[in-house]
Every structure is written in structure tokens, then in C-alpha cells.
């Protein structure tokens, strides 16, 4: 079931084959999405007419950020970093994402955006705050204005965690039914919060990835050599 705004739209849309439209407000001015497993890297390429670039983050599992704004088709995936900020016209960034939370920002103020690969070790490192610090460094992003939807991931009723994974999540750890969850979207919010994004601004699609393997890749369910969603957003 998808969380809804309070305009009662989903969070998720679809919009073409196999990609899904993440709803932002100032729809006219940004495109954001993800795909799932019916549509390939190059289905979205060739749906994202108005990108002229899609870049890509290399995923190395941590928090480092990159902004792009010159585009070296040679340098693609940007090496070393999980997320990725533009404020450039036509421009996609985008991460690949299978379990993990695919986090989309957007400052329509400064119309810049912006998208993050957050798995847990990402997440142990700060990364939602380390994404909406860069903005703020960037392009003075207030993050007051930031609008943040959380695609689809893997949720607490499929991510089974051992014990020690509540020295770093604390509270967001719990043992139920013989086993031991951890609530990698609670902990990503209360991260956001603590940055200054608003909870009203805070978008959840209340996809679980490693429920519906039939839509959504799971690296959990499916082991590593599944495939990945994209993630992505683009200033038009």
C-alpha cells in the first residue's frame, strides 16, 4: 500500500513502462522516478528525452557526496560516492538501488536535487545529513524548503538483522516473533529530521522491495547477482 500525500496522489505514479514518477511539487519544473524490474537501464534513457545526461554514482556503500554540474562522459559512474546533486538543466543523476533506500531530494527554492544509495552502512555514516549538508554547502539550500521521497526498499517485516545491529540503530532495532528487524526508514527520517528537513515535506512510497520481488528487485530475497531499480531525478 503507498503512503499518500496529503493531496491524496501516491508517492509512486506511473508514468511509462516499467518507471514510476515520484511526486514533488513543481512537477513542471522537476521529473523524478524509479524504475522497477520490468524496464532496463536503457528503457529509462530512452524515456528521459529531455536528460543529456544520465550520471551515476559508483555505490561503494558509504556517505561521500558528489555534485555535478560539467559533465565528463568519461568519468561515469562518479567514482568513491553514494549520492549525487545538481543544480544543472537536463542533467540526470541516479542511483541503482535493490533493498537499499533510494532517497530523492528537491529544493524547488533553489531548484536543485539530488539522489542517495543509503544502505545500512551508508546510513551508520550519516548520509541523509552529509546529502542535505552538501545542498545547503552547493546551492544554499534551506533545508526548511527541502521536499525528500524515500522509493521503494527494503522495510522492517523483511530486514531481519542480528543483535548487534542495535549498537548503531538503538531503538529502531527490535526482537519480535523470535527474531530481530531493524527499521532502516525510521532511522533514514530521524537522520532527515535532525538535518531541518520538515516532516510534512517527507514523502514515503511504503514500498517493500523484499515483499514484492514480482515488481521490485531484493538483493535479501534474491541474492546479490539480482538486478537493480534506478533511481533518478532531473532538472528540466
Wanted: charged share 20%; glycine share 8%; aromatic share 6%.
Amino acid at each position: 500500500m503507498l503512503t499518500q500525500t496529503a493531496a491524496s496522489e501516491p508517492v509512486l505514479v506511473p508514468w511509462r513502462p516499467g518507471i514510476w514518477r515520484v511526486a514533488l511539487p513543481q512537477g513542471r519544473a522537476v521529473l523524478a522516478g524509479v524504475t522497477d524490474r520490468s524496464a532496463t537501464f536503457e528503457t529509462l534513457r530512452a524515456h528521459l528525452r529531455g536528460a543529456s545526461h544520465i550520471v551515476t554514482a559508483q555505490h561503494v556503500h558509504g556517505a561521500s557526496v558528489a555534485a555535478v554540474e560539467a559533465v565528463d562522459p568519461s568519468v561515469n559512474p562518479i567514482p568513491g560516492c553514494d549520492a549525487l546533486l545538481t543544480q544543472s538543466a537536463g542533467v540526470a543523476v541516479a542511483v541503482r538501488c535493490a533493498d537499499c533506500l533510494p532517497l530523492i531530494l528537491w529544493d524547488p527554492v533553489r531548484q536543485a536535487g539530488g539522489v542517495a544509495h543509503a544502505g545500512w552502512r551508508g546510513l551508520t555514516k550519516s548520509l541523509p545529513i552529509r546529502a542535505v549538508s552538501a545542498l545547503r554547502v552547493h546551492y544554499h539550500t534551506a533545508p526548511e524548503d527541502l521536499w525528500v521521497a524515500i522509493g521503494p526498499s527494503i522495510r522492517r517485516c523483511c530486514y531481519e538483522v542480528g543483535e548487534e545491529f542495535a549498537a548503531s540503530f538503538g531503538s529502531f532495532v527490535r526482537r519480535q516473533d523470535g527474531r530481530w528487524t531493524c527499521d532502516l526508514i525510521g532511522y533514514a527520517v530521524q537522520q532527515l529530521l535532525s538535518a531541518g528537513v520538515r516532516a510534512s515535506r517527507l514523502r514515503d512510497s511504503g514500498v517493500c522491495t523484499a515483499c514484492d520481488t514480482g515488481r521490485w528487485y531484493s538483493v535479501r530475497r534474491e541474492g546479490d547477482a539480482t538486478g537493480r531499480m534506478v533511481s533518478f531525478i532531473v532538472i528540466r
